[in-house]
T-cell receptor, first 116, second 113 residues
Framework: KAGVTQTPRYLIKTRGQQVTLSCSPI?????VSWYQQTPGQGLQFLFE???????NKGNFPGRFSGRQFSNSRSEMNVSTLELGDSALYLC???????????????FGEGSWLTVV | GNSVTQMEGPVTLSEEAFLTINCTYT??????LFWYVQYPGEGLQLLLK?????DKGSNKGFEATYRKETTSFHLEKGSVQVSDSAVYFC????????????FGTGTLLAVQP
């Protein structure tokens, strides 16, 4: 069974541009979360979606947004890019929204964003 | 608030040495606890988990026991290999209707032959 798939894997953008990252969860998974990983701040939660609804949001500016489609695929968008947005963006999927024992969270390999 | 504290690295060991990476947490309620591993250039892989007090998670020779009395979830392995070199993250999920994970800062493990 395919894992969590993120595209693109690598991209370079210029300050002020916007970027859209895509995530396809494991088949049958309906919950998708996004994280930002940087050397300075570590792994930080961005947002979480279930059944096309945002369930939870981290402490990021409004330039960071996301959405989930009816097939559970998700996208995140960052507008007006800043140098500090350079990071590895990780997507994670799980069966459902709850923290039940069987609800293991699986991560994709991430999208490496460099802002120049 | 909810948080995870893990020992700073890097941890440098010789092959076949014993490994301990300390992890303590602060959380409201009854969190689930996880160890994830990240190899260079890759995403996170779930290594093991424990969902309630006294549970022991184990996988690939790694073990960690959920200790509620000491709020700890230390990672151990009896004999490390060069292939275990990676960054290890301790994380908690506070439960309820959310999958939000709170991560520690990560510990780099370097195993030398």
């Amino acid at each position: 069974k395919a894992g969590v798939t993120q595209t693109p894997r690598y991209l370079i953008k210029t300050r002020g541009q916007q970027v859209t990252l895509s995530c396809s969860p494991i088949s049958g998974h309906r919950s998708v979360s996004w994280y930002q990983q940087t050397p300075g701040q570590g792994l930080q939660f961005l947002f979480e979606y279930f059944s096309e609804t945002q369930r939870n949001k981290g402490n990021f500016p409004g330039r960071f947004s996301g959405r989930q489609f009816s097939n559970s695929r998700s996208e995140m968008n960052v507008s007006t890019l800043e140098l500090g947005d350079s990071a590895l963006y990780l997507c994670a999927s799980s069966l459902g929204p709850s923290g039940s024992e069987g609800n293991t969270i699986y991560f994709g390999e991430g999208s490496w964003l460099t802002v120049v | 608030g909810n948080s995870v504290t893990q020992m700073e690295g890097p941890v440098t060991l010789s092959e076949e040495a014993f490994l301990t990476i300390n992890c303590t947490y602060t959380a409201t309620g009854y969190p689930s606890l996880f160890w994830y591993v990240q190899y260079p250039g890759e995403g996170l892989q779930l290594l093991l988990k424990a969902t309630k007090a006294d549970d022991k998670g184990s996988n690939k020779g790694f073990e960690a026991t959920y200790r509620k009395e000491t709020t700890s979830f230390h990672l151990e392995k009896g004999s490390v290999q060069v292939s275990d070199s990676a960054v290890y993250f301790c994380a908690l999920r506070i439960g309820g209707a959310t999958n939000k994970l709170i991560f520690g800062t990560g510990t780099l493990l370097a195993v030398q032959p």
